[in-house]
């Protein structure tokens, strides 16, 4: 049996036979297996999962949902390893391709001479992943928080956040900036479900207009925010305490000084300087003189021999 021809195989999503004069077809990466600058990654299986997944999904703009801003779909996809470059963390490169057609008429003629001009180039995914791994500590971050920071290195090791076991594709989207720097994709999980707190959060702050949530997400996210107010309101209670100890420190070290003119100094400290500060202080048992000491009541010394 031959293999299939493109115009074979998008005509498998075509109402109406298509000849290959009546399309336009081009080459696109949609994402690869390197840490993005959001410090993601998929893992080689989600590559593969999403390989198939792929397959008949629309090409829109910038993520819109409108049926109107559709102009392209997959007709195929494959995976390709690169034979010279590696993973920041060390593992062959793999990168998913997809070929993709559209229409050849005169609706699309300027998208694509920006396509074949290299001007409408970088592609975003959007695709729902059930498992988002820590490569610190191994936790999932979609049911538990572990804390640590995505780009941060804890003990000599990257934090980053490794996406696997796909669950569907929803579409690819041009546009302006992307986040994987060689695939040129922008990842977006808020098309559907969002359930994780870690992706709501992102859908949030990326484009709460078009973000909707269920009860169970906006519980999830006025827990965070509960939690988020208690924890302000510790640091502050913790914050006060550290300032009245900074405080009573100086003024026992210091007594020439007001206590008042110490108390605009240690109000204008952050949480750090104070801690940094009050060890100081408990460590050496004294202070360096203050400038703000006046020379009243010293000895002066004799600089007669200098004066001229």
Same mark, same amino acid.
């Given at each position: 049996?031959?293999?299939?021809?493109?115009?074979?195989?998008?005509?498998?999503?075509?109402?109406?036979?298509?000849?290959?004069?009546?399309?336009?077809?081009?080459?696109l990466?949609?994402?690869?297996?390197?840490?993005?600058?959001?410090?993601?990654?998929?893992?080689?299986?989600?590559l593969?999962?999403?390989?198939?997944l792929?397959?008949?999904?629309?090409?829109?703009?910038?993520? $819109?949902m409108k &049926?109107?801003?559709?102009? /392209?779909?997959?007709?195929?996809?494959?995976?390709?390893? @690169? %034979?010279d =470059?590696?993973?920041?963390?060390?593992?062959?490169?793999?990168?998913?391709k997809?070929?993709?057609?559209?229409?050849?008429?005169?609706?699309?003629?300027?998208?694509?001479?920006?396509i074949?001009?290299?001007?409408?180039?970088?592609v975003?995914?959007?695709?729902?992943?059930?498992?988002?791994?820590?490569?610190?500590?191994?936790?999932?971050?979609?049911?538990?928080?572990?804390?640590?920071?995505?780009?941060?290195?804890?003990?000599?090791?990257?934090?980053?956040?490794?996406?696997?076991?796909?669950?569907?594709?929803?579409?690819?989207?041009?546009?302006?900036?992307?986040?994987q720097r060689?695939?040129?994709?922008?990842? $977006?999980?808020? &098309?559907?479900?969002?359930? /994780?707190?870690d992706?709501?959060?992102?859908?949030?702050? @990326? %484009?709460? =207009?078009?973000?909707?949530?269920?009860?169970?997400?906006?519980?999830?996210?006025?827990?965070?925010?509960?939690?988020?107010?208690?924890?302000?309101?510790?640091?502050v209670r913790?914050?006060?305490?550290l300032?009245?100890?900074?405080?009573?420190?100086?003024?026992?070290?210091?007594p020439?000084?007001?206590r008042?003119?110490?108390?605009?100094?240690?109000s204008?400290?952050?949480?750090?300087?104070?801690?940094a500060?009050?060890?100081?202080?408990?460590?050496?048992?004294?202070?360096?003189?203050?400038?703000?000491?006046?020379?009243?009541?010293?000895?002066?010394?004799d600089?007669?021999?200098?004066?001229i």
């Amino acid at each position: 049996m031959s293999e299939l021809k493109d115009i074979d195989r998008i005509n498998a999503f075509s109402k109406r036979e298509l000849t290959e004069e009546e399309v336009y077809i081009f080459t696109l990466t949609l994402c690869d297996n390197d840490i993005d600058r959001d410090y993601e990654c998929f893992s080689l299986d989600a590559l593969k999962q999403l390989k198939e997944l792929f397959i008949g999904k629309t090409g829109i703009f910038d993520h $819109s949902m409108k &049926s109107a801003d559709q102009k /392209a779909r997959i007709f195929d996809t494959y995976i390709e390893k @690169s %034979d010279d =470059e590696l993973t920041a963390y060390g593992d062959g490169l793999y990168r998913l391709k997809a070929r993709a057609y559209m229409l050849r008429n005169d609706e699309n003629k300027t998208l694509i001479d920006e396509i074949e001009g290299g001007i409408k180039k970088e592609v975003s995914v959007s695709c729902s992943m059930e498992k988002a791994v820590c490569s610190v500590c191994g936790k999932d971050r979609r049911s538990e928080r572990c804390g640590h920071i995505g780009g941060k290195s804890y003990g000599g090791k990257l934090c980053y956040t490794t996406l696997s076991d796909a669950s569907d594709a929803y579409e690819f989207s041009f546009v302006a900036v992307p986040a994987q720097r060689r695939a040129g994709v922008t990842k $977006s999980y808020y &098309s559907k479900e969002v359930n /994780a707190l870690d992706d709501i959060i992102k859908a949030v702050r @990326s %484009d709460c =207009e078009k973000l909707e949530l269920n009860a169970a997400q906006l519980k999830q996210l006025n827990c965070y925010i509960n939690s988020l107010e208690e924890n302000a309101t510790l640091g502050v209670r913790f914050k006060s305490e550290l300032c009245r100890d900074v405080l009573k420190l100086f003024t026992e070290k210091v007594p020439e000084i007001e206590r008042e003119v110490f108390s605009e100094i240690v109000s204008a400290m952050t949480v750090s300087e104070l801690i940094a500060v009050k060890e100081s202080l408990v460590k050496s048992g004294e202070v360096p003189e203050p400038q703000l000491i006046s020379a009243e009541g010293k000895t002066a010394k004799d600089y007669s021999q200098f004066r001229i």
